[in-house]
Each structure stands twice: as structure tokens, then as C-alpha cells.
Nanobody, 123 residues
Framework: QVQLVESGGGTVQAGGSLSLSCAAS????????MGWFRQAPGKDREFVAA????????ASADSVKGRFTISRDNAKNTVYLQMLSLKPEDTATYYC????????????????WGQGTQVTVSS
């Protein structure tokens, strides 16, 4: 079992940047692939990025390619999402999630979720 807590959300102007963190509890963090998802009001939760358990492989949605970077530090039990060149359409609640498999882009493939952190991008 792994418990996840996101932080780092906030409000930023378009073109700005934010860095999200997700701290995991437990000694098994290094065995999980990790993902970031987001959900805007009235929309389905959607895949943003994923990283393998070792951190050697990453994947991201086309909508964020070249702007968002996922990374992890297994010694700190933390996964990160660096977001650059933010757009108003990036406004959403951002969730981190853990899966035993990589790569996975579906919500249902992730059994463990954090509570989310709000990101608001103003125009």
C-alpha cells in the first residue's frame, strides 16, 4: 500500500511555471510506476505524464509535450511535475497516482491516488 500527497499547486499567469511534488509513504515507492493526471471542472480525468519505477522511462500526453516534465527521486519517495509555459487550458486539479505497471495512461490502471492539488492559470 502507498499513500500519496500532492503539493505545489497555485495560481499563475499564462506563460508562467509551477512545480508539483507528490510525496509517497512506505518503503515500496521504488517499485511503483507513477503518473500525473488532471481534471478540469465538468471534464473527465485525463492522463498527463508517467514515469517508470526506476525513472529511466517517461511518457506524456501530446497536450503537454515539450512543456511538462515528470521526474522522481526514489531516495526521497517523491515524484515531480515541472510545468512550463502554462496555458489557461492547463487549469485543473492535478493528481498523482501509483501503478505496478508502466506505461499506463488510463485512470483505471492506477489503484493508488493522492487527494489532488489545484492549478489555476489566468490569462
Amino acid at each position: 500500500q502507498v499513500q500519496l500527497v500532492e503539493s505545489g499547486g497555485g495560481t499563475v499567469q499564462a506563460g508562467g511555471s509551477l512545480s508539483l511534488s507528490c510525496a509517497a509513504s512506505g518503503r515500496t515507492f521504488g517499485t511503483y510506476a507513477m503518473g500525473w493526471f488532471r481534471q478540469a471542472p465538468g471534464k473527465d480525468r485525463e492522463f498527463v505524464a508517467a514515469i517508470s519505477s526506476s525513472g529511466g522511462k517517461t511518457a506524456s500526453a501530446d497536450s503537454v509535450k515539450g512543456r511538462f516534465t515528470i521526474s522522481r527521486d526514489n531516495a526521497k519517495n517523491t515524484v515531480y511535475l515541472q510545468m512550463l509555459s502554462l496555458k489557461p487550458e492547463d487549469t485543473a486539479t492535478y493528481y498523482c497516482a501509483a501503478s505496478l505497471y508502466y506505461p499506463r495512461t488510463r485512470v483505471g490502471d492506477y489503484p493508488h491516488w493522492g487527494q489532488g492539488t489545484q492549478v489555476t492559470v489566468s490569462s
